[in-house]
């Protein structure tokens, strides 16, 4: 039997960052092997961040991302972790273009090249646009097992590397991924690591990114997985972690080189030997998140890193007294501080009072600053000079309110948030240049219904915790209202909210048409309404800031339609 203790360094990279993301992959290596490990492996792409979108057709990049490697190589041996076999994630480039690559780096040199050879083309993902697929599979012989690597698509696919590894023999096969964060995803990753640890008859190391990269978020969960689909250690998700464990394994001795399943199939041997035996060490399992902890942390860390990450240091955006601003502010102070969260009343003439008040017990919970900035007279000068009424005149309060925003941002250097869910996006209820202003939009991809549900579950959180709740109740119980004429209320001109949502889902993420949804029980006349106005409402919603992505059919980033679209879904 050879012992290997391995570590999984589930880290938090930023794109385009070549000399963090070095610091970063030389410093947890020698927190690795400070522990004791022989082999640390880093997530997909963990150089240069990922995606790199179209940084990878960029070959002045690309050719940095080697250079950097080889850097990183050096670094690595001159901080005494040269005896560790490390896998790093990165761009390469050659005579036939980019690569989405992984690297074996040993005693100061890399010892080993492997591309990925599934290239994900659906969803948030276009790596046929940027890659080119590998078919050489470098196996690297470490104390004596045999160590080979996969990428992230790689084991979601049948057939590839995993079957060319089976077929040649390995003893354990390390996974690098940056898969993000959608909800419920963690249900599949272990079974799918558990099958193609099957497949290889050996364990697999799966090691996923961490963090927020623009609209998509990298929640961990790295995982080690034995051959017969036992979870033998799990990180904890959304937070940067070591990840180590002991592996007491039978050498294979295997040998097999060449064509292989369509792969080129080459073998390294760094060290042959079995280490002496000591002590080994069991990695932990960590206890999954609830689905309501797991969306509120994706939140949190999206919208965290990318504030932090373009160099922001405050937000700024406008407390209604509303759900969604409540919310949204919640998530700030966790993400941020409360300190760093500047939240600013604007009452028209139609405001309520108890909006007013909720604004500032909102504030005085997660201690934020606020300001009140009335815009009556804002309003009454565009009114009155371009004669605006109805519906004009409702969308000039929320564009004054933009401005307003967006000149405290100027002053201030405060990123904005805008503040509108999904479903308002869905059926149109956001105004360009009005409540749509913004950098970033926390909740873009939080159906309503899961905004008030996420309010109800911090609280109680909160409370569990023995602390002041964030979101005043009256928020959370009040009907809900954009308060831009009197006695106004979003029932009066949409479907009920659970009733709304359901059809959304149906329609938006599972792409259902019109008898699909009668089908499904919905009265033909609000299939037609629900519908128009979504339609519609396209264009609004290619000009709304980035947010982060949870589900599985995010606006912008997943569901691409036309803005100029005469298709319509019709009764059949």
């Given at each position: 039997?050879?012992?290997?203790?391995?570590?999984?360094?589930?880290?938090?990279?930023?794109?385009?960052?070549?000399?963090?993301?070095?610091?970063?992959?030389?410093?947890?290596?020698?927190?690795?092997?400070?522990?004791?490990?022989?082999?640390?492996?880093?997530?997909?792409?963990?150089?240069?961040?990922?995606?790199?979108?179209?940084?990878?057709?960029?070959?002045?990049?690309?050719?940095?991302?080697?250079?950097?490697?080889?850097?990183?190589?050096?670094?690595?041996?001159?901080?005494?972790?040269?005896?560790?076999?490390?896998?790093?994630?990165?761009?390469?480039?050659?005579?036939?273009?980019?690569?989405?690559?992984?690297?074996?780096?040993?005693?100061?040199?890399?010892?080993?090249?492997?591309?990925?050879?599934?290239?994900?083309?659906?969803?948030?993902?276009?790596?046929?646009?940027?890659?080119?697929?590998?078919?050489?599979?470098?196996?690297?012989?470490?104390?004596?097992?045999?160590?080979?690597?996969?990428?992230?698509?790689?084991?979601?696919?049948?057939?590839?590397?995993?079957?060319?590894?089976?077929?040649?023999?390995?003893?354990?096969?390390?996974?690098?991924?940056?898969?993000?964060?959608?909800?419920?995803?963690?249900?599949?990753?272990?079974?799918?690591?558990?099958?193609?640890?099957?497949?290889?008859?050996?364990?697999?190391?799966?090691?996923?990114?961490?963090?927020?990269?623009?609209?998509?978020?990298?929640?961990?969960?790295?995982?080690?997985?034995?051959?017969?689909?036992?979870?033998?250690?799990?990180?904890?998700?959304?937070?940067?972690?070591?990840?180590?464990?002991?592996?007491?394994?039978?050498?294979?001795?295997?040998?097999?080189?060449?064509?292989?399943?369509?792969?080129?199939?080459?073998?390294?041997?760094?060290?042959?030997?079995?280490?002496a035996p000591y002590e080994a060490v069991a990695g932990t399992v960590a206890e999954p998140l609830s689905e309501d902890a797991e969306v509120?942390?994706?939140?949190?860390?999206?919208?965290?890193?990318?504030?932090?990450?373009?160099?922001?240091?405050?937000?700024?955006?406008?407390?209604?007294?509303?759900?969604?601003?409540?919310?949204?502010?919640?998530?700030?102070?966790?993400?941020?501080?409360?300190?760093?969260?500047?939240?600013?009343?604007?009452?028209?003439?139609?405001?309520?009072?108890?909006?007013?008040?909720?604004?500032?017990?909102?504030?005085?919970?997660?201690?934020?600053?606020?300001?009140?900035?009335?815009?009556?007279?804002?309003?009454?000068?565009?009114?009155?000079?371009?004669?605006?009424?109805?519906?004009?005149?409702?969308?000039?309060?929320?564009?004054?309110?933009?401005?307003?925003?967006?000149?405290?941002?100027?002053?201030?250097?405060?990123?904005?948030?805008?503040?509108?869910?999904?479903?308002?996006?869905?059926?149109?209820?956001?105004?360009?240049?009005?409540?749509?202003?913004?950098?970033?939009?926390?909740?873009?991809?939080?159906?309503?219904?899961?905004?008030?549900?996420?309010?109800?579950?911090?609280?109680?959180?909160?409370?569990?915790?023995?602390?002041?709740?964030?979101?005043?109740?009256?928020?959370?119980?009040?009907?809900?209202?954009?308060?831009?004429?009197?006695?106004?209320?979003?029932?009066?001109?949409?479907?009920?909210?659970?009733?709304?949502?359901?059809?959304?889902?149906?329609?938006?993420?599972?792409?259902?048409?019109?008898?699909?949804?009668?089908?499904?029980?919905?009265?033909?006349?609000?299939?037609?309404?629900?519908?128009?106005?979504?339609?519609?409402?396209?264009?609004?919603?290619?000009?709304?800031?980035?947010?982060?992505?949870?589900?599985?059919?995010?606006?912008?980033?997943?569901?691409?339609?036309?803005?100029?679209?005469?298709?319509?879904?019709?009764?059949?």
């Amino acid at each position: 039997m050879a012992q290997l203790r391995l570590a999984l360094a589930q880290v938090n990279a930023c794109v385009g960052d070549l000399v963090g993301n070095s610091k970063l992959i030389v410093e947890w290596t020698r927190k690795a092997v400070d522990e004791g490990a022989a082999l640390v492996a880093f997530p997909e792409m963990a150089l240069t961040g990922y995606p790199v979108e179209d940084l990878a057709l960029r070959k002045s990049f690309a050719l940095a991302s080697r250079s950097a490697l080889d850097e990183v190589a050096g670094q690595l041996a001159a901080a005494g972790c040269g005896d560790a076999l490390v896998v790093v994630g990165y761009l390469d480039h050659d005579e036939k273009g980019p690569r989405n690559a992984a690297a074996f780096i040993h005693n100061g040199a890399v010892v080993g090249r492997f591309a990925k050879h599934h290239l994900p083309n659906y969803g948030v993902f276009d790596e046929t646009r940027y890659f080119v697929p590998g078919t050489t599979l470098p196996i690297v012989r470490l104390h004596g097992l045999d160590v080979g690597v996969v990428i992230c698509e790689d084991i979601w696919q049948d057939g590839g590397p995993v079957a060319a590894l089976s077929e040649a023999g390995v003893d354990v096969v390390v996974c690098i991924n940056g898969s993000p964060y959608e909800r419920n995803k963690d249900d599949s990753r272990g079974p799918l690591v558990g099958r193609r640890a099957a497949e290889a008859g050996a364990p697999m190391a799966y090691v996923n990114l961490v963090g927020g990269q623009d609209e998509l978020v990298f929640d961990g969960d790295s995982l080690i997985v034995s051959p017969n689909g036992q979870i033998l250690a799990r990180a904890p998700q959304f937070v940067e972690h070591l990840l180590v464990h002991d592996f007491d394994l039978e050498p294979g001795g295997h040998d097999r080189v060449g064509a292989i399943g369509g792969f080129d199939v080459s073998r390294t041997v760094v060290s042959s030997a079995p280490l002496a035996p000591y002590e080994a060490v069991a990695g932990t399992v960590a206890e999954p998140l609830s689905e309501d902890a797991e969306v509120w942390n994706a939140l949190v860390v999206g919208l965290r890193d990318y504030v932090r990450k373009n160099n922001f240091r405050s937000v700024v955006f406008g407390f209604s007294g509303g759900i969604d601003s409540a919310v949204v502010a919640a998530l700030a102070a966790d993400a941020l501080g409360g300190a760093a969260v500047h939240g600013v009343g604007m009452p028209s003439e139609y405001s309520s009072e108890h909006s007013r008040t909720d604004a500032a017990d909102l504030a005085e919970r997660i201690g934020a600053h606020f300001q009140e900035v009335p815009i009556g007279k804002q309003v009454e000068v565009f009114v009155s000079q371009l004669g605006l009424t109805g519906l004009a005149e409702e969308n000039i309060q929320a564009r004054c309110r933009g401005m307003a925003l967006m000149g405290l941002s100027n002053q201030h250097g405060h990123l904005v948030l805008a503040t509108g869910n999904k479903t308002e996006l869905a059926v149109g209820y956001s105004t360009i240049y009005g409540d749509a202003v913004g950098g970033f939009a926390p909740i873009k991809d939080v159906p309503k219904t899961l905004v008030w549900r996420l309010a109800k579950w911090r609280n109680a959180e909160a409370e569990r915790n023995g602390e002041v709740p964030p979101i005043p109740e009256n928020s959370i119980t009040k009907p809900p209202s954009a308060e831009l004429r009197p006695g106004q209320q979003d029932s009066d001109s949409l479907p009920d909210y659970e009733l709304l949502d359901a059809v959304l889902d149906d329609y938006i993420e599972g792409d259902s048409g019109f008898g699909d949804l009668v089908a499904a029980g919905f009265a033909p006349e609000l299939i037609e309404r629900v519908l128009q106005m979504v339609d519609r409402a396209e264009y609004k919603r290619r000009q709304y800031p980035p947010g982060t992505k949870i589900t599985f059919k995010a606006f912008g980033r997943d569901r691409r339609l036309p803005i100029t679209n005469a298709w319509r879904e019709h009764r059949v």
